[in-house]
C-alpha cells in the first residue's frame, strides 16, 4: 500500500472517514504569570529538549507533524543518535487529525533575569495528589494553547485526573471531594483554553476505575469508580455521580 496510486489506508480500509491522532505524554509547563516574558519562558521550556531522556514534547512530536527533530535534542544526543535515512522523516510525518495529550500537572516557570527561565519558587504546603504532583489547574488553560500554535492540530485531552486517598466510608460510599475539585477546575481552565482560540475537540478522564498503576501497583487509585481488588466489588464514587451531571448538562453545571 505504499505506492502513490494505491488508495491510502484510511480510505481503503474504513467504511466511514476514522479520526486518527496520537496521545503523547510529555512534560508540562506554566507561567507563573500573564507578562509576556513569563509566557515566553513557559512556551520555551515546553518546547525545549534538556536531557538526555525520553521527557520532551518536541522529541516525539517534531518529527511526527513538522518532518524534521528538534536542533536542540541532536545537538544533545549527538553521536549516539541512530542513523537517520533518506526517506525516514517522510515515513514518520504523517497527516494526524489532532494532537493528543495526557497532562496531569504542570510546573510553573518564569523569565529568568539573565534571559532563558527558570522554575518559579511554590508557596508553601502546595496542594498535592497522593503521587505528590502539584495541583495546578492552568496548566489546561496554557499547554493546548502552546501545542495548537506549534503545531497547528486540533488538541485532544487523552487523559487528564488524579490519584486520592480513597477508601469506603462508614455509610458504605466512597466520599472523594478532591477529586471533584480537582476536575471541576481542569475544566473550567480548559473552557478557558477553548474562549482563547483553541480547537479542543475531547476531554477523558482517567479514569473510570482503580487500576494497577504502572510501578505503584494498586496502591494509587485514579479511578471514578472504587475497585475492592479483594473482591472486584465496584463501587461509584461521588465523582462518577458528579461527573454524570457535568456530562448530561455539557459541563453547564461547573458554573
Given amino acids: ?8 489506508l484510511r480510505t481503503a480500509c474504513a467504511r466511514t472517514r476514522p479520526v486518527i491522532g496520537a496521545a503523547l ?9 500573564d507578562r509576556r516574558e513569563d509566557i515566553e519562558a513557559a512556551r520555551a521550556r515546553t518546547f525545549a529538549v534538556v536531557g538526555r531522556d525520553m521527557w520532551s514534547n518536541t522529541w516525539f512530536a517534531d518529527p511526527m507533524l513538522l518532518g524534521s527533530y528538534p ?3 541532536l545537538r544533545l544526543f549527538g553521536e549516539d543518535l541512530p542513523r537517520i535515512e533518506p526517506g525516514d522523516l517522510e515515513t514518520i510525518r504523517q497527516p494526524l487529525d489532532f ?12 523569565a529568568a533575569s539573565q534571559g532563558g527561565w527558570e522554575p518559579a519558587p511554590a508557596p508553601p504546603g502546595p496542594a498535592l ?8 489547574s492552568e496548566v489546561l488553560r496554557w499547554v493546548p494553547r502552546f501545542l495548537k500554535e506549534r503545531y497547528g492540530l486540533p488538541i485532544v485531552i487523552t487523559e487528564n485526573g488524579m490519584a486520592n486517598c480513597d477508601w469506603i466510608h462508614a455509610d458504605g460510599a466512597v466520599h472523594d471531594p478532591q477529586r471533584i475539585d480537582y476536575l471541576a477546575r481542569h475544566l473550567r481552565a480548559l473552557a478557558g483554553a477553548i474562549d482563547e482560540g483553541v480547537d479542543a475537540r475531547g476531554y ?19 479511578g471514578l469508580v472504587f475497585v475492592d481488588y479483594a473482591t ?14 457535568v456530562i448530561a448538562t455539557n459541563g453547564a453545571c461547573l458554573g
Fill in 1 to 8: 500500500m505504499t505506492d502513490s496510486s494505491m488508495p491510502s
Fill in 25 to 33: 505524554v510529555g512534560i508540562a509547563f506554566v507561567p507563573a504569570s
Fill in 71 to 73: 536542533e536542540d535534542g
Fill in 99 to 110: 494532537y493528543g495529550v495526557n497532562i496531569y500537572y504542570g510546573q510553573r516557570i518564569r
Fill in 129 to 136: 495528589t497522593t503521587m505528590g504532583w502539584r495541583v495546578d
Fill in 204 to 222: 477523558f478522564v482517567w479514569s473510570i476505575l482503580d487500576n494497577f498503576e504502572w510501578a505503584f501497583g494498586y496502591k494509587q487509585r485514579f
Fill in 232 to 245: 472486584q466489588r465496584r463501587i461509584p464514587k461521588d465523582s462518577a455521580r458528579w461527573y454524570k451531571e
